[in-house]
């Protein structure tokens, strides 16, 4: 494993204790950070005191939930500088008025985070500049995570802002900008993504991104599974870009962190393996689209991209039995066995690494030394590190900002901290550079694959087990909160689990790395063309799936 | 054995196609030899119906949607790629305007927000149109179907003419599906008509009931509206 930064220094729990004071009202830690329990007014103060005093400047993610006696606001707090620091403020409201402070202020994230949490449970912030449904349409009745949800009442959806952006009426007379909608029905959004724009000539005032049109109730469908096997299939339909097996990660590191199940370091192996292959897939289908959307490509690049893609899932498809949907990870290790016979999956394999080199650099050829790409693309859509962190960004949107952080690295997992690998970052804060990091992490994961390979190979053969032993009905103990997150092909993905002590999870909670990364497009976007609007969408790599969960 | 020579053995029977060979002319490969070849023979004219010879076009020559939901269009956009192609049945041309596209494939799970949407989609699209319905979700919600926000199944918004189950289906599924549609087209059959439940309807028109008089101040009358009724979807 790389070196890579010197980690920042980590803060004590009775340092955060004592900053935080006489406004920790309880304790309340969760199996993976100390947890502190504050007054709903005390929310901004208590953040900045972190951000500012102790350095906490990521806010990885914001979860809500109802008990039967009160809500509460979770903020899922850490370092860039050190992923394994953490620590939870816990902001409980009563049923009566269920109404906090906003963290808006101190994080940016918290902005996204905050509406679904008013959206799905029903939590109201203060000084929250744009309080609105942000998953489900605007005349939803009621709030469906929250307890009393009736889900049989009738609703009804409108469709007026979807009027023919063209017409006169849309054109804003005073200031002579122009609205339009771009979306959801569009090839350049990715999926089903609206993004209401307001244009000043060709140049973006401001842009809305309107997200929902794919909510298809993940985190409902997980609550309502059992921990053992129903949840697994859910998390390869949240980034279906064929990183299903990343995303089950996310789900298998949660659970058997908070089961306590140790995994077969040969599954182990396997998973790295595995994941590794999806996140190339992924970044294979980034990189066409890429190219599609910003020189209309859909010849040589977009083909070629297809092609390899193929190829992976060929062989994830050997291992697996499905080409997308894999489910192919259980809690505690794997489905089954790498397929036999071994040899010709293991020539397989090796045969798609040894022609890899040779594509990257038709890749190379093609797009990133095209001079029509690089005008597109450099020096458009730029992120600000300082931006980025504000945002929530991670993984390559976040890579390609110079942020160094990558989980694989700063928080291990699977098999990762005994492999030779690289963290590979880029320094132009660029459409660029967030192309030029999938590239090179195409070329990373290849060399993880290699050494996973290499691996199984050798691996004795009365020595492969694959799975640990795991009880038929999992039931972890009552009122265990855990959050976990796992690098997949889009950024940091969590996972927060409540347990009540049954078989099923009392509350699931899917942290989206594009969720996060997508509400950095105003900062990217506004005052610049609105050609570098698609081209930035475009490099932000989102998948709606996983935006709306 | 009896030495007599057999009484049966004659000229071959098939008749003459010397005329037809002659035409055609020497060195002309048998894959030429289309079944449309067959039906002409040696006679350079057919007769057919013009309503007949109109499907037959059609099928063979639809303008896809470009319609991307959910994981399914990951599948279909393989299924235009490289090795699938599509496109050698005469059916790989992705329309991203729906005023160009004779078909939709509905690739992915229908939430509340979105249907509205796929229906004015589909409205916009000129006549004669139709549906392939890709995935469970397509079908019936799939394994979202309990969701609170998902819509069960396609049908409930747009009439569907070939449903293809899978979560999600391969390519080659997805490819046998567009073949089904064809052979559906060339022999004339249209979209079933189906009872709708949803409706886009202006929202003025809507019965004055509860949820209606909460939002009347928030709704314009002009407006259209689509109403889920929860209760009575399958």
Known sequence: MSTGLEKEAETSVDEIAELIGERAIARDDHLNAPGFVINPADVQDVLFDLRDVAGYDHCSCVTAQQYADRYETIYHLTKYGNRTDEVSIVVPTTLEEPVSQSGEPVYRTADWHEREAYDLIGIEYEDHPDLRRILLPETWQGHPLAGDYDQTKPQLVTLAEHANPLQADHHDTESETMFLNIGPHHPATHGVLHVKTVLDGETVVDVDPDIGYLHRCEEQMCQQGTYRHQIMPYPDRWDYVSSGLLNEWAYARAIEDMADIEVPEYAQIIRTFSAELCRIASHMLALGTFALDVYGEFTATFQYTFRDREVVQDILEDLTGQRMMFNYFRVGGVAWDLPEPREEFFAKTRDFLDELPAKVEEYNDLITTNEIFQLRCVDTGILEPDVAKQYGCTGPVARGSGVDYDLRRDDPYGYYPNLEWDVVTEDGYDNYSRVLVRMQEVEESAKIIQQCLELLEEWPEDDREIQANVPRTLKPDTDAEIYRAVEAAKGELGIYMRSDGTDKPARFKIRSPCFSNLQALGEMTEGEYIPDLVASLGSLDIVLGEVDR | ?234
């Open chain 2, 1 to 234: 054995m009896s030495q007599d020579p057999k009484q049966s053995i004659q000229e071959s029977a098939t008749p003459s196609t010397d005329t037809r060979d002659a035409r055609m002319g020497a060195g002309v490969d048998d894959r030429f030899n289309s079944k449309l070849r067959e039906a002409f023979g040696a006679s350079p004219f057919i007769l057919t119906k013009f309503d007949e010879f109109m499907n037959w076009v059609r099928g063979n020559s639809m303008f896809m949607l470009q319609f991307g939901i959910a994981c399914c269009s990951i599948e279909m956009i393989h299924t235009y790629a490289i090795k699938h192609d599509l496109d050698r049945f005469g059916a790989g041309v992705p329309r991203a305007s729906p005023r160009q596209a004779d078909v939709m494939i509905v690739p992915g799970t229908i939430v509340s927000k979105f249907g509205p949407r796929m229906k004015r989609v589909y409205d916009q699209m000129p006549e004669p149109k139709f549906v392939v319905g890709m995935g469970s979700c397509t079908i019936s919600g799939g394994p979202f179907q309990e969701g609170y926000n998902v819509v069960k199944g396609a049908e409930e918004i747009i009439p569907v003419d070939i449903h293809v189950p899978g979560c999600p289906p391969r390519p080659e599924a997805l490819v046998y599906g567009v073949l089904k549609l064809q052979e559906r087209i060339r022999h004339g059959e249209s979209s079933p008509v189906v009872v709708k439940p949803y409706e886009l309807e202006r929202f003025g028109d809507l019965e004055k009931d509860e949820l209606v008089q909460k939002l009347a101040s928030e709704i314009d009358e002009d407006d259209l509206v689509m109403r889920y009724n929860w209760a009575d979807s399958p």
